[in-house]
């Protein structure tokens, strides 16, 4: 390249690493600006005071993240456990368990999911209620129609419409929508239940298997990212609030506004949350002169609380990773047993739990002694034995407004990669993207797209390879082939003019 882009990418998460990692590695320069004073977005991890460890929660890897996988490979790291097998509790104790369902006898989907899970409590005929739901996940196939026919619906109103049990809702979707989509099914969109339950659950028998890091995300992937980011060239400078972008007279971006400091760009890639960027568009005196920026004050974030506890002895917690419900009304939680996860704690004379809270807005006004006081109580309603330990040291870490509210109606709002800004483009995981994948493999995957996209711009360099969500089984296809069929031939005798 003759004279090297100026790339400004805005936010260390998964999508700013991944986009500033490929278009430096392309021979951009490539400067990363990060508000927070650690690289890794919400998947931060660092030490307190006391040198203890901390994150603000604890991140999955489920067996679909191919392109995190590959890039872990790529920077000849190595930070993940085997795949673990996981438990749910409510007040009354355990309610399932599951298997590593890759090593079970391969089923045409969803039967092994449904087989293969272990339920204590749930009657039959509550799992059966499921099944009139299979023709809305056939029905839904990621695709903007498919988004637009079912956003505007709540998650509740379509379990509810095909049938499904109040027990089954309540005790298994219902959970599944507060750990996958951080809220109750009232304020999920139906389009984001279908497209998360399909892709971390539903689509192929392992996709539910998951790995997670053998310490926090940002000491055994972040730290090695950015050094490698940093030896082929690209600057990741942290404590960096963007506030505005400068254009010229055509309406391209020719700067990022950070403070007092202007950085020269020819290309910029925002890939911060939602939260951030309504921040910036209220702040902004240039993103806020277009409608599609605007809208973004419409969308929304959720609260998570992030606790991590020392306890004065060991206790012994059946599965490293635990969901549970029950609990609050309108709260998820899981908690993690660290000794079995992270190499430090292996060898502890105490037991380290991580209990992550989500949609916790009535919690996050408490002390951390009453959060204290909770989690305990929590824990040793799902393990007894916790009623006799005691707490040596803890931490609380409160992420206000900080993971994507997918609420009904909001899929209108969100933004694809491309902008009405011809050089200014956006990532992360609540940005339109066909490739499939959730939370933060589709962060990384938004990363790169933009990326390309930059790519394809100058002409320079070589595209990101993206590796696609894994095909629809056989079954899937030609039961999604029917229905399309069958569904255009409707619009075409009865066009839709209803609601
Ligand atoms: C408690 C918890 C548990 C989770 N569990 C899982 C899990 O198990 N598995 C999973 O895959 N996902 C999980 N997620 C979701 C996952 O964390 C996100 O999907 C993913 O990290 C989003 O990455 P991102 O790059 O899109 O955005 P973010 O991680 O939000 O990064 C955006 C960055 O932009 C920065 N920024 C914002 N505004 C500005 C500005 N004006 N100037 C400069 N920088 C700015 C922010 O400081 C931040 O660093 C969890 C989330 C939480 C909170």
């Known amino acids: ?119 204590y409590r749930l009657p039959l005929a509550d799992r059966l209620s499921a099944l009139p739901l299979l023709y809305a996940v056939i029905d839904f196939d990621n695709s903007p129609d498919a988004w637009r026919r079912y956003d505007k619906m709540t998650a509740r109103e379509l379990f509810r419409e095909f049938g499904v049990s109040k027990r089954l809702y309540k005790e ?17 969109s139906a389009a984001a239940a279908l497209g998360m339950l399909y892709y971390f659950i539903l689509a192929h028998q392992p996709d539910f298997d998951v790995v ?63 939260s951030g960027m309504k921040k910036m568009v209220s702040q902004s005196q240039t993103l806020n002169q277009y409608a599609e920026f605007r809208n973004l004050l ?28 029950g609990f609050d009304a309108t709260t998820g939680w899981t908690f993690f047993d660290l000794n079995a996860l992270h190499d430090e704690f292996k060898d502890a004379p105490g037991t380290v739990i991580e209990a992550d809270f989500y949609h916790a807005n009535q919690l996050l006004p408490m002390s951390n002694a009453q959060i204290w006081e ?64 959730w939370s933060q493999e589709k962060a990384y995957v938004t990363g790169l797209e933009a990326a390309n996209l930059v790519i394809e711009q100058f002409k320079q360099g070589k595209k990101a390879d993206i590796i696609p969500v894994e095909t629809d089984e056989p079954h899937i296809q030609l039961a999604r082939l029917v229905n399309r069929s069958v569904r255009t031939v409707g619009d075409w005798v009865w066009p839709q003019f209803g609601l």
């Open 1 to 119: 390249m003759s004279e090297a882009k100026r790339v400004i990418v805005i936010g260390a998460g998964w999508a700013g690493l991944g986009a500033t990692h490929h278009l430096s590695q392309q021979g951009y320069n490539v400067t990363l600006l990060e508000a927070g004073p650690h690289p890794g977005g919400l998947v931060a991890g660092w030490k307190t005071s006391a040198g203890r460890s901390i994150e603000g929660g604890i991140h999955g890897f489920w067996y679909p993240y191919k392109n995190i996988f590959n890039l872990v490979k790529r920077l000849k790291i190595n930070p993940f456990t085997p795949f673990t097998r996981s438990a749910q509790y409510s007040p009354k104790g355990l309610e399932c368990e599951s298997p590593l369902f890759q090593d079970k006898p391969p089923l045409p989907t969803p039967l092994g999911t449904f087989l293969y899970t272990r339920f």
């Open 374 to 437: 909770k989690v305990h109580q929590d824990l040793a309603t799902c393990v007894p034995k916790f009623k006799q330990a005691k707490i040596v040291y803890s931490t609380v870490i409160r992420v206000r407004q900080g993971v994507t509210h997918f609420a009904p109606g909001s899929y209108q709002h969100f933004l694809t990669a491309k902008t009405p800004i011809p050089n200014f483009y956006l990532s992360g995981d609540w940005v339109i993207s066909q490739h499939g994948s």
């Open 298 to 325: 419409n969308l929304g974030g959720i609260d998570v609380l992030a606790t991590r506890l020392w306890f004065d002895r060991r206790v012994k917690v059946p599965r490293p990773s635990n969901a549970c419900f």
């Open 172 to 188: 298994a979707f219902e959970p599944m929508l507060l750990v996958g989509l951080f809220a109750p099914g009232e304020q999920c």
């Open 212 to 274: 997670w890091c053998r310490g926090t995300v940002g000491e055994q992937i972040f730290q090695p990212w950015v050094e490698q980011i940093e030896q082929t060239g690209g600057k990741v400078l942290t404590n960096q609030r963007v506030t505005d972008l400068t254009l010229n007279d055509e309406g391209c971006v020719t700067g990022v506004v950070c403070g007092d400091e202007t950085f020269a760009a020819d290309a910029v890639i925002s890939a911060v949350s939602v």
